[in-house]
Antibody, heavy 122, light 110 residues
Framework: QVQLQESGPGLVKPSQTLSLTCTVS??????????WSWIRQHPGKGLEWIGY???????FYNASLKSLVTISVDTSKNQFSLKLSSVTAADTALYYC??????????????WGQGNLVTVSS | QSVLTQPPSVSEAPRQRVTISCSGS????????VNWYQQVPGKAPKLLIY???MLPSGASDRFSGSKSGTSASLAISGLQSEDEADYYC???????????FGGGTKLTVL
């Protein structure tokens, strides 16, 4: 059973960089055609895809966040990470990591982490 | 404002059947498969339906999905109190080149 677990600070100051890491267990991050993803959920709101990375390092970002987002992968640790720069209060959200399947037939997220609440405040 | 449109809430009595709609466009639902996720309060979303109408292994067959044109629906039969949750539709969007979600529908079992 694949499991994902987010880790990182729960509080970030405005204008600083939000950094989160997702540790994958129960399977290798390099196996299969999976795209390792970050998704966020603003308080009481819906879901927003941030971006994802393939184990080779190829990345895909939400165009609305692209200039501020960096997703990276560390295959030796079976982890992938999110950096979101110049954060504001609008970036306060629950951040999820998830495993994405991208195929000709379609795309979906089959495993999710528990979520990491990040509050942007001074 | 979500790319996919869902009703904010639906409610139905136990043991009844309810449907949740999801409306999109030709760049997402009209040309790509739809997925549905269930989010119980305080928990992470869970994949419920993928590729329009496919059930993940272990999922209850009380849930079913369908799609027609640029709209999709999730049906839940034999409603149980444990089905109270938020339900989200999602699909790949060719114009945005990424997955998009609906705003979510809160299901209340009366």
């Amino acid at each position: 059973q694949v499991q994902l677990q987010e880790s990182g600070p729960g509080l970030v100051k405005p204008s600083q960089t939000l950094s989160l890491t997702c540790t994958v267990s129960g399977g290798s991050i390099t196996s299969g055609d999976y795209y390792w993803s970050w998704i966020r959920q603003h308080p009481g709101k819906g879901l927003e895809w941030i971006g994802y990375i393939y184990y080779t390092g190829r990345t895909f970002y939400n165009a609305s966040l692209k200039s501020l987002v960096t997703i990276s992968v560390d295959t030796s640790k079976n982890q992938f990470s999110l950096k979101l720069s110049s954060v504001t209060a609008a970036d306060t959200a629950l951040y999820y990591c998830a495993r994405g399947i991208v195929a000709v037939a379609g795309h979906y997220f089959d495993y999710w982490g528990q979520g990491n609440l990040v509050t942007v405040s001074s | 404002q979500s790319v996919l449109t869902q009703p904010p809430s639906v409610s139905e009595a136990p043991r009844q059947r309810v449907t949740i709609s999801c409306s999109g466009s030709s760049s997402n639902i009209g040309n790509n498969a739809v997925n549905w996720y269930q989010q119980v309060p305080g928990k992470a979303p869970k994949l419920l339906i993928y590729y329009d109408d496919m059930l993940p292994s272990g999922a209850s067959d009380r849930f079913s999905g369908s799609k027609s044109g640029t709209s999709a629906s999730l049906a839940i039969s034999g409603l149980q109190s444990e089905d109270e949750a938020d339900y989200y539709c999602a699909a790949w969007d060719d114009s945005l080149n990424g997955p998009v979600f609906g705003g979510g529908t809160k299901l209340t079992v009366l």
